[in-house]
């Protein structure tokens, strides 16, 4: 067992409300469907791995949740009311943060202004920029996440990806957010960082907060996961927790298992013909 998975909430935490509940939640563009009988649970505490292809439903789900998309069939309950987001500052307000791939920083920018971005503590009758207290805070909430960042006016873009992510997360969790949904982040890193993103979602649920994990790598998912959605072609094909589902399952069923042995068949035909 892997220190990542030494500290998976037990299944005893769903006797709590979810704090995001969909319930057959589709969405149609046009004569397409993107989304049909989508049901997740959100829990805080917990790490929700929703994983998938491309063209799965993935990035409509995470829209959705998100405030880009409205749904058009089912329910989605957030800490129990029923919602319709107009808009990602909806979702936001909402207790809902998404970090996307991008991750919505600037580059060139410092650590801290990006950590306070849209957001800037200001003080005095002419509302000046309080430049010490917002280090002082990104460097206490970097510091919770287990990143140590001493020059916090280094541009952001200096930063590795994986301590990118940290200051995407860590921002999300001080403004407020209940829920956050990370979008593929270690889709582009490599093995090393996406270790560091990993411990950073590991830290998170250790905090409380409920984390969608979306990604299409079962590994990772099962390191960090303690309930798992897999979706194809806009359904879902296997919803399961972490007790009622190994590595291999998780695997096979990404995978397609079915389609490859169809394909393989087919290939040893050809060979054979």
């Not at 800490?79 to 998404?98: K, M, Q, Y």
């Not at 582009?188 to 250790?206: T, W």
């Not at 094909?237 to 069923?253: F, I, K, P, Q, Y």
Request: proline share 3%; aromatic share 6%; charged share 20%.
């Amino acid at each position: 067992m892997t220190s990542l998975e030494k500290k998976q909430v037990p299944v005893e935490a769903k006797t709590q409300e979810p704090l995001v509940s969909l319930v057959d939640i589709g969405k149609a563009y046009g004569h397409v469907h993107a989304l049909s009988g989508v049901t997740m649970s959100v829990y805080a505490g917990q790490v929700t791995c929703v994983l998938g292809d491309n063209g799965a439903g993935k990035s409509t789900l995470i829209k959705i949740m998100a405030g880009l998309h409205d749904y058009s069939a089912g329910e989605m309950h957030v800490s129990g009311e029923l919602r319709h987001f107009g808009s990602p500052r909806e979702s936001l307000a909402a207790g809902i943060a998404t970090v996307y791939q991008d991750l919505a920083l600037a580059p060139m920018m410092s650590v801290w202004r990006n950590f306070f971005l849209g957001n800037e503590v200001r003080r005095g009758p002419l509302r000046m920029l309080d430049i010490a207290e917002m280090k002082r805070i990104a460097g206490t909430e970097l510091d919770k996440m287990g990143i140590s960042i001493p020059d916090l006016d280094r541009p952001v873009g200096s930063l590795s990806g994986g301590q990118r992510q940290c200051v995407a997360i860590a921002r999300a969790i001080y403004f407020g957010a209940k829920v956050i949904i990370l979008d593929e982040p270690t889709a582009a890193l490599g093995v090393k960082q996406s270790g560091v993103v990993l411990k950073y979602i590991v830290r998170a649920r250790e905090a409380g907060l409920a984390v969608v994990f979306i990604t299409h790598n079962p590994h990772h998912a099962y390191l960090v996961g303690d309930q798992f959605l897999i979706l194809k072609l806009g359904e879902v094909s296997l919803a399961a927790d972490r007790e009622h589902v190994t590595l291999d399952r998780l695997t096979a069923e990404m995978a397609g298992g079915e389609e490859l042995a169809e394909l393989s068949h087919e290939l040893r035909t050809m060979d054979q013909g």
